[in-house]
């Protein structure tokens, strides 16, 4: 039964209202055994103990008695339908014979007495060619990457519903959207395989040739249309002969041709879906003509369905306005499936290994791109390579298949039109992007391609304005760009479609493209055979151009970015919920990002400010390009850096100041204070070698544009964040002398003492390494002691050894070094105050040092009264050694260094090994007890209330208790200091004391 219900749908397939009453009586006998079939069967399933029942239904033949004259009736209406058939193909050839008698009967009878003359008019080829490339893209078709759509809730409603008649599939160039509407194809007609009527598909793929032309399109849809519905070609044949009698040729108007389409598509009572791939790849005229004509039909053919397939063109989803669409965005499943499917049917061959290192590496730079995957694995397939080796070299650096050159180059010339004036719009247009470090607004680039390719006489922001036209910028380089959102022109969207695309640019443009006019991107033109690294730097080059430009023009420079209404909000806390009652901190999150974390700051407008369009990108990222410029033909002019940087300026100010903000928020990302910049800082961080050098020769640093002492201030910003190794060009230039004197060495060390981590101070033997630029001025001015002791302080090991190294060969250098005049602190007190062990080590091991050791300052403290400030354990272990004399000096408050450890407010631990270091290293009198004034740290202790200390003092200073104590008025053993200090712990000191009074001696340790 099921084998015979597609003759009730041949009836339709006739493509006409016949008024055959013989055709109409076996159909209503057909559909009457159908329905008693039904019938019948729903009793029985619907009863219980089925089983039993159908046994019973056998035994009497009710059902089988339905299926047997319904299999007679449904031959019978099959040979009805052959046999109208055959009459309407009867007519067609006496049609034909009528219309080609002026042709011999044996040219007649050469014609197929189908379709072969309508398919003549039509375009005989044109089906053919439109199977081929079905069959071509269901042959590199990965289904599982394109299975996704059937569960897209848009498809499903299109599907479904009968009010949504038109659905769109939009993809970047080389997403795959051809092979996904292949998928489509297949995927409807095995859906409609079973239904009744079965609903035809007629489909069409558009590409970069006549199919993309209106008339084209059209006469394969009908092409199409009458091979499913073999009665519309007598109706068609009769309408083409009606139109070429009044001198029309129906097969070369498309207006003819939407005519008798829509009004057939009128007359059909099934669904029909039409199907039509690549509308990007029509001319404007064909996609106008074609749009409106499928509005049309859609209006009037409820039960037809349109689905159509394009790059996201803003002129093209203009025209799409109102239908509803699916977008095939980038996902890394997709590309991995694409990619192992691929490389599976193409690669076979490869070992195992081999193919996991090809898959891995093509689906991680794949990125949305099947059309690079397919071309990257047939040139695999073509080389040949077989091995791991050779594979992985391939993989490091893979090159482009030339064939995805050629598509680029052809989708160039198509989309200028080959006109000079748009091929350099939009060779400026796509050299930006290759550059840029972030996309861009649609009107941030559009404004950049108008200063490109401007010529001079630029100057202010208005006159730029008159010059963007940010649609025929777009229009002329979207195939290269990912898809983008033309509602928000300002949203930073505008990249490359594909890494291959910026390869592409980068590598093989200059060769690839036709000759450009001069811009701001061709002033070093790349030659073929120039290495990857110029051309680059030419793109840099040109970008930094239009930056410089840009924040040259006169508005930059006259009004200030932020309002004092900015200013003012500036001081206020930022994402701050003033009425909120929660006071705990936000959670650390070590993955935020500053999008994520600037999310609810609050903003100001550049624009609105009347800075323009491109002021954030060029603020914000010239200093980058700057950076990247080398070559001497590349270089800005220093002219312009010297205005752009201009020391105290309102538009270096401005620049500054948006620099420190990329997303506009009020609140800096960090701090970039305009006050401590001009040209020569600017430059030495963020521009190359070669412009520092050319800075250093060419500017006068006397004009206003920089600084007073700019060597000076470029020098602080170096050691802070730039490149350490030019200080030398500073100190090797006309203005070195600013940097040859004490005041720089203390940067150095100030700057270096506040890098902690020793990651940070990689590198720094290039700044220390100019001490031997300036021995013999320190030595004749005389401030090389002061260098030294600064050294000292900082705990600068590094100058402190190159210093005393080179000492060891002059006699004049090493006096000025260990001069002992200063009154105030030596060498190692200095490095004893600063608390660097290291440093106190390495000075006790030079020749010379004993004075320094000795020095006593004006308070009478010598350096191990100094180190009690801090009492560290390792520095006592250095000093008391060397300088035991010092034990038992006083200072003018008449305090041992023992008592000042006693005293300090350092850690229990540290004043304890502090003091059993000094006791046991530092000696004792002749009596084999420390002297007299060294027993008053003992009363000290005890009036603190440090019971350690004082069992410290006793067991190893082996002091006597008895000086701690006295008689009271009873004659008991009482502390001679009864402080509160000591209060809680007096008993157990008094106890202590007495324990080792009545034992007669101070036992040792």
Request: hydrophobic content about 40%; some cysteine.
């Amino acid at each position: 039964m099921l084998e015979q219900l597609s003759y009730i749908d041949d009836c339709d397939t006739l493509g006409q209202k016949t008024n055959k009453i013989d055709i109409h009586k076996a159909l209503v006998l057909v559909y009457r055994k159908l329905l008693e079939f039904f019938n019948a069967a729903f009793e029985i399933i619907s009863r219980k103990g089925a089983k039993m029942v159908m046994k019973m239904v056998l035994e009497n033949d009710r059902l089988p008695n339905i299926v047997k004259d319904f299999l007679k009736h449904a031959e019978n209406l099959r040979n009805l339908v052959q046999k109208a058939t055959w009459e309407i193909v009867e007519d067609i050839k006496a049609m034909l014979y009528d219309h080609e008698s002026m042709f011999s009967h044996t040219n007649i009878c050469r014609v197929d007495s189908n379709l072969s003359l309508v398919a003549r008019w039509l375009g005989i080829g044109k089906m053919s060619q439109q199977s081929r490339h079905h069959a071509y893209l269901q042959e590199i078709r990965v289904d599982e990457a394109c299975e996704f759509l059937l569960t897209d809730a848009k498809f499903i409603n299109w599907h479904q519903a009968t009010d949504l008649q038109q659905l769109v599939v939009l993809g970047d160039m080389g997403c795959g959207k051809s092979v996904t509407m292949a998928f489509l194809i297949d995927e409807l007609r095995r859906r409609n395989e079973h239904q009744l009527p079965q609903p035809k598909i007629c489909y069409h793929y558009c590409q970069n040739d006549e199919t993309g032309q209106a008339i084209y399109i059209f006469s394969a849809l009908i092409l199409s249309l009458l091979e499913q519905f073999s009665g519309l070609k007598r109706t068609f044949f009769e309408w083409y002969k009606q139109a070429a009698a009044s001198g029309i040729q129906p097969a070369a108007s498309f207006k003819k041709l939407e005519e008798w389409l829509q009004k057939t598509l009128e007359t059909l009572d099934r669904p029909l879906f039409l199907v039509i791939d690549g509308l990007d790849e029509c001319d404007r005229a064909s996609r106008n003509s074609l749009l409106k004509s499928l509005r049309n039909f859609s209006q009037n053919t409820p039960r037809l369905k349109i689905l159509l397939s394009a790059r996201p063109q803003g002129e093209i989803l203009e025209q799409l306005t109102g239908m509803a669409k699916i977008d095939l965005d980038s996902d890394a499943e997709r590309d991995r499936v694409i990619v192992e499917k691929t490389v599976e049917r193409q690669l076979f061959y490869l070992s195992k290994d081999v193919k996991a290192l090809a898959t891995e590496t093509l689906s991680r730079w794949a990125q949305g791109s099947a059309i690079w995957t397919k071309m990257t694995v047939d040139l695999i397939e073509i080389r040949g390579i077989r091995a791991l080796g050779p594979m992985r070299a391939f993989l490091e650096e893979i090159p482009q298949p030339r064939q995805l050159s050629e598509l680029y180059v052809n989708l160039f010339s198509r989309y200028t039109s080959n006109d000079p004036e748009n091929q350099r719009l939009a060779t400026t247009a796509l050299e930006i992007l290759a550059i840029t470090r972030r996309p861009l607004g649609i009107l941030e680039l559009a404004w950049a391609v108008a200063l490109g390719v401007a010529q001079e006489g630029v100057l202010t922001l208005d006159a730029l304005a008159k010059l963007v036209d940010h649609q025929r910028v777009m229009s002329l380089i979207q195939p290269f760009v990912a898809h983008i959102d033309f509602n928000d022109l300002r949203k930073r969207q505008v990249r490359l479609v594909h890494q291959s695309v910026k390869e592409f640019i980068i590598r093989e443009w200059a060769s690839n493209r036709p000759s450009q006019q001069s811009s701001a991107f061709s002033t070093l033109a790349a030659t073929d055979h120039a290495p990857v690294q110029q051309r680059t730097m030419n793109l840099e080059a040109g970008i930094l151009d239009v930056c410089i430009k840009y924040l040259l023009l006169g508005d930059i420079g006259c009004i200030d970015l932020f309002s004092e209404e900015h200013v003012a909000i500036e001081e206020l806390p930022q994402d701050l919920d003033l009425f909120s009652d929660n006071d705990e901190p936000a959670d650390y999150d070590p993955y935020c990002t500053w999008e994520a974390w600037e999310e609810n700051m609050i903003r100001y407008d550049p624009i609105e400010r009347g800075f323009g369009e491109l002021f954030v990108y060029a603020s914000c990222h010239w200093i980058e390009h700057f950076g990247a410029v080398s070559a001497e033909p590349l270089l800005p002019g220093l002219g312009n850096i010297e205005n752009l940087c201009q020391a105290g300026s309102t538009r270096l100010h401005n620049w500054i100041t948006q620099n420190c903000r990329p997303d506009c928020t009020i609140k800096p990302r960090f701090v970039f204070d305009s006050s401590l910049y001009d040209p020569l800082s600017i430059t030495s961080l963020y521009g190359s070698e070669a412009m520092l050098q050319g800075m250093l020769e060419s500017s006068d640093f006397g004009k206003d544009k920089f600084l007073p002492n700019s060597a000076i201030g470029a020098a602080d910003q170096i050691l802070q964040w730039g490149d350490l190794s030019r200080l030398k060009l500073l100190l090797g230039s006309k203005i070195g002398h600013e940097i040859r004197n004490l005041d720089f060495f203390r940067l150095v060390m100030k700057q270096w003492s506040n890098s902690i981590s020793d990651k940070c101070r990689q590198g720094w033997d290039v700044v220390f390494d100019l001490v031997d630029d300036v021995l013999d001025m320190m030595v004749r001015e005389r401030w090389g002691n002061e260098l030294l002791r600064r050294a000292a302080s900082t705990g600068c090991m590094p100058i402190i050894r190159r210093l005393m190294d080179r000492a060891q060969h002059k006699a004049e250098l090493r006096a000025e070094l260990l001069d002992g005049s200063q009154p105030e602190r030596g060498l190692i007190g200095e490095a004893v105050l600063g608390n660097h062990v290291d440093v106190v080590e390495y000075l006790l091991g030079q020749q010379g040092i004993e004075a320094h050791l000795q020095h006593r300052n004006s308070h009478g403290e010598n350096v191990l009264h100094l180190a009690s400030r801090l009492c560290n354990p390792a520095m006592f272990q250095h000093l008391v050694p060397r300088f035991k004399d010092g034990v038992h000096q006083t200072d003018d408050q008449n305090d041992t260094a023992l008592i000042r450890i006693v005293m300090s407010s350092s850690t229990s631990r540290d004043r304890y090994e502090s003091a059993r270091i000094l006791l046991s290293e530092g000696g004792a009198n002749e009596n084999g007890r420390l002297g007299d004034e060294q027993q008053e740290a003992l009363r000290i202790a005890a009036r603190l209330g440090d019971l350690d200390m004082c069992g410290l003092l006793i067991r190893i200073g082996k002091m006597n208790p008895l000086s701690a104590m006295t008689r009271d008025e009873d004659g008991q053993m009482v502390l001679k200091d009864q402080a509160s200090e000591n209060e809680q712990n007096m008993l157990a000191i008094l106890e202590s004391l007495r324990a080792h009074a009545d034992a007669g001696s101070t036992p040792a340790e």
